[in-house]
């Protein structure tokens, strides 16, 4: 089931062009967005989100398109969008926040609304802090409160802009099991540096780079891009290739087969370095 059709989207900001010509469908799932700084992650998911209009092409979210007006609220109403840097009130409390996005989303039966503040607190693991301050609680916190806003209402797509970014392993770790839940039963596209969310989560993946699609597949085929090219050594590499030393003292080769090397299964980040080359330094940390 196609959730997200986009057609020949493109944006620029003065000279630098965001998007370039990009055509995508997304459907039902997680799926991932990867790419190096600047590659236009975020300014996808801002169209998307409807918080940004394209200056050409056509997106659909479930048939809807953002460009008409009325179809961009209804398009709203089924959508839940956690931005890279939400603007959560300092002086309000948890539950206060997440109250008036709800006024905002449409909740406007108080005790409905109430309940559903509830709920999405409970979700993200905040009921003990509903009543502390925005600017009291710590960064993982907020960024999980910035969950629960997007998750008011129960829409049918999420749009998650680097949700894993600052959170301790723990919190990585709970922010993965519960989108891969929300998954089960929706849409969800997030943006993201981490590899590692990606094969924890991710059934497919997207990788961005200049405003274009340059991968769309599984996690394990972005994996094969980088077949027979990974090696362990005890001695570097002649030079060429890229490579570092391990925990265990060998050396992790990408590229040529050094000296004595034993061929090594692939990860997502081999083949996303394969397939991204010197630009994906900035890419992965
Ligand atoms: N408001 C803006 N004004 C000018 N240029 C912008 C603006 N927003 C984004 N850009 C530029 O558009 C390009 C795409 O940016 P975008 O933030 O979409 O990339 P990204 O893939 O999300 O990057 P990152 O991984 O660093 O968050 C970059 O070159 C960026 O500098």
Not at 24 to 32: D, K, Q
Not at 130 to 151: E, F, N, P
Request: net charge positive.
């Amino acid at each position: 089931m196609t959730t997200i059709r986009i057609t020949g989207l493109g944006k620029r900001y003065g000279a630098t062009t965001a998007l370039d010509d990009l055509d995508l469908t997304i459907g039902r799932g997680v799926t991932g967005l990867l790419g190096p700084n600047g590659a236009g992650k975020t300014t996808l998911l801002r169209c998307l989100g409807t918080a940004q209009a394209p200056d050409s092409g056509r997106i659909e979210v479930f048939g809807l398109n953002p460009a008409v007006a009325a179809e961009r609220t209804a398009l709203r109403r089924r959508l839940g969008y956690l931005p890279q840097s939400p603007g959560l009130y300092p002086n309000f409390t948890a539950a206060a926040l997440l109250d008036y996005v709800a006024v905002l989303k449409e909740l406007t039966g108080t005790r409905q609304r109430r309940a559903e503040v509830r709920r999405v607190l409970d979700e993200v693991g905040l009921t003990d802090r509903a009543r502390t301050k925005v600017r009291k609680l710590s960064g993982g916190m907020r960024q999980r409160l910035g969950l629960a806003q997007a998750l008011l209402g129960t829409p049918d797509l999420l749009i998650l802009d680097e949700p894993t970014v600052g959170l301790d392993p723990e919190q990585r770790m709970f922010f993965r099991a519960l989108i891969s839940r929300l998954g089960e039963t929706r849409t969800v596209l997030l943006s993201t540096h981490q590899t590692e969310d990606v094969s924890a989560l991710c059934e497919r993946v997207i990788v961005l780079r200049a405003g274009r699609a340059v991968f769309d597949g599984t996690p394990r085929e972005l994996a094969a891009l980088a077949q027979g090219q990974v090696w362990l050594s005890a001695d570097p590499p002649a030079g060429g290739s890229m490579y570092w030393r391990t925990a265990d003292g060998d050396y992790r080769t990408l590229g040529v087969r050094p000296p004595g090397g034993a061929a090594v299964r692939p990860s997502i980040e081999d083949g996303y370095l394969t397939l991204l080359g010197p630009d994906a330094a900035t890419a992965v940390r």
